[in-house]
């Protein structure tokens, strides 16, 4: 099998993009409405996070803290994949290669964050010094923290919505 070079990516998910009722032109995302100054966060006019009502602090014991319980929860990649190349274009991203991207929950699923809502899915960057990876290290470190009884529901939702790079020593949480 050929190698696809990143130009041909850019050109075929620019394409992708059109197909699906977007403008892109020359690379440029057009239709741009969210800002990408507060990366590594989301623009929180565009993704302030949403919640499921399922999960809350008494209920913690037969949702987030089971295992496997957020596959029960999670959206088709049909769905976020979809969502995520809307949001490249309103997030103004020069970068359209959907592979560069996690649709990520900014309330993850983990911490009680809503499945499908567009509020709480957001196209997070795998580049740069916190990317996808990192915040999923904070995740699931929270999720340990408030599943042992160290740290309560709401407290990590609030980290995680207020700055996910600093929420695990604004908590105590190592």
Not at 98 to 126: I, Q, R
């Amino acid at each position: 099998m050929s190698r696809t070079t990143r130009p041909m990516l850019t050109a075929l998910s620019a394409f992708a993009l059109a197909a699906a009722g977007l403008t892109v032109t020359a690379g440029t995302a057009h239709a741009q409405s969210c800002s990408q100054s507060y990366l590594p966060l989301p623009d929180p006019s565009c993704q302030p996070g949403a919640l499921n009502p399922d999960v809350t602090q008494d209920t913690i014991g037969s949702t987030i803290c089971v295992s496997g319980w957020t596959a029960t929860v999670r959206p088709s990649s049909s769905y976020t994949t979809a969502l995520k190349k809307k949001q490249i274009v309103e997030y103004g991203y020069t970068d359209t290669s959907t592979s560069d991207y996690e649709e990520d929950h900014f309330v993850p699923l983990e911490l009680g964050g809503a499945p499908k809502d567009p509020l709480n899915l957001w196209p997070e960057p795998e580049y740069g010094d916190q990317d996808a990876g990192n915040k999923d290290t904070v995740e699931n470190k929270l999720k340990k923290a408030v599943c042992a009884g160290q740290v309560s529901l709401s407290d990590a939702q609030n980290a995680i919505v207020t700055d996910w790079t600093t929420a695990l020593a604004d908590l105590g949480v190592s």
